[in-house]
């Protein structure tokens, strides 16, 4: 009990101080493993202690762990690729199939852990500010970026749950509010990330967007400013809704257009994001590359496809370091949690 009400007591003075001295340190981390680990650490206590106030901190921490839970994803889901790559490769086919399989149902396990992670930061983001995309709320300058985080939280639940086979049920209708409740912020501002946003939604829903938008005009305009800006999530937004939406046009120009802002360099003070962003980008190409190759991108070729090359000449190694390297063994299992089962 005594160490309940010791946390609750930090944890209360810690609130504002979160919004305002630690979550700008750790957006200058370029370490999602750091940062999503501490953020799956610290988020498992704050349920526990039942004070509004704190609800702002829940979120940045969830928003942390959650980027765990997406990581998995991307990696089961390209194993599930290079399996099934090497069963139209093998003379035994149906020992790959197999494997394939099984990668298939602990991929599903893990959309259902992130979708769950993304609701709970959505949710705790409307039990602060409410319902999302009914009215504007009354934002202070250091809340934009954690409500934009919390739309993005939304976004992606809807996204999870249904690679999940909608295990988890959840509303469809989130996605229609998230684009009106990023039509509450500063789009030059937030480094194009609302627009972007706004316009990956009308991507993959019908009738979300303007009937007078171009949503694809609109994510290269978004991600042209944020790239301008030294922040690369408008841009990462871009590759992921054309890949989805089969627009290659699009996803070149996402592609090219990365290679070309890393070599003008990120804003220090969004290295996380631009992290995950970077990560986000190179998984799009990774499952290009899966699918034909069987291999992830190799170093130094984001961007091309197996056989073709992009007109820029850029170094990954030299820019990320070993982080840029091929990931080409498959990744051990994930020690099973009582989330995912």
Request: proline share 5%; aromatic share 6%.
């Amino acid at each position: 009990m005594l160490f309940w009400i010791l946390s609750a007591c930090i944890f209360h003075k810690a609130d504002r101080m979160t919004l305002t001295q630690v979550s700008p340190a750790v957006l200058q981390t370029p370490d999602i493993s750091m940062a999503c680990t501490l953020g799956e650490a610290s988020w498992a206590l704050l349920p526990a202690i039942e004070d509004e106030k704190l609800r702002r901190s829940a979120t940045f921490s969830g928003i942390s762990a959650a980027m765990c839970s997406d990581i998995r994803t991307w990696e089961l889901e390209l194993e599930r690729r290079q399996a099934l790559y090497l069963a139209s490769q093998s003379a035994e086919p149906e020992i790959w199939s197999t494997r394939a399989s099984d990668i298939a149902l602990r991929e599903q396990r893990a959309h259902v852990e992130a979708a769950r992670r993304h609701l709970r930061i959505f949710e705790s983001l409307e039990a602060e500010y409410g319902p999302v995309g009914e009215a504007c709320p009354d934002l202070a300058d250091e809340e934009q970026l954690l409500y934009l985080m919390g739309l993005a939280s939304g976004s992606l639940a809807v996204l999870h749950d249904g690679a999940a086979d909608h295990a988890l049920d959840v509303n469809q209708g989130i996605a229609r509010a998230v684009e009106r409740g990023a039509a509450c912020l500063d789009s030059t501002a937030l480094n194009g990330v609302p627009m972007a946003l706004r316009a990956s939604v009308w991507t993959a829903v019908p009738g979300a967007g303007p009937q007078d938008a171009d949503p694809w005009t609109e994510l290269e305009t978004a991600a042209l400013q944020g790239d301008s800006q030294g922040v690369w999530l408008a841009r990462a937004l871009q590759a992921q809704a054309a890949n989805a939406a089969g627009n290659e046009d699009a996803l070149n120009a996402a592609f090219a257009g990365h290679l070309t802002a890393m070599e003008a360099g990120g804003d220090p003070a969004y290295g996380l994001l631009n992290d995950y962003a970077h990560r986000m980008i190179r998984h799009e190409s990774d499952r290009i590359w899966m699918d034909a190759a069987g291999t992830r991108t190799p170093s130094g070729r984001l961007g091309e496809r197996p056989g073709a090359e992009l007109d820029v000449d850029f170094d990954l190694d030299a820019f990320f370091g070993e982080d840029a390297a091929p990931e080409s063994a498959p990744a051990e299992d994930p020690t099973p949690s009582e989330e995912t089962e």
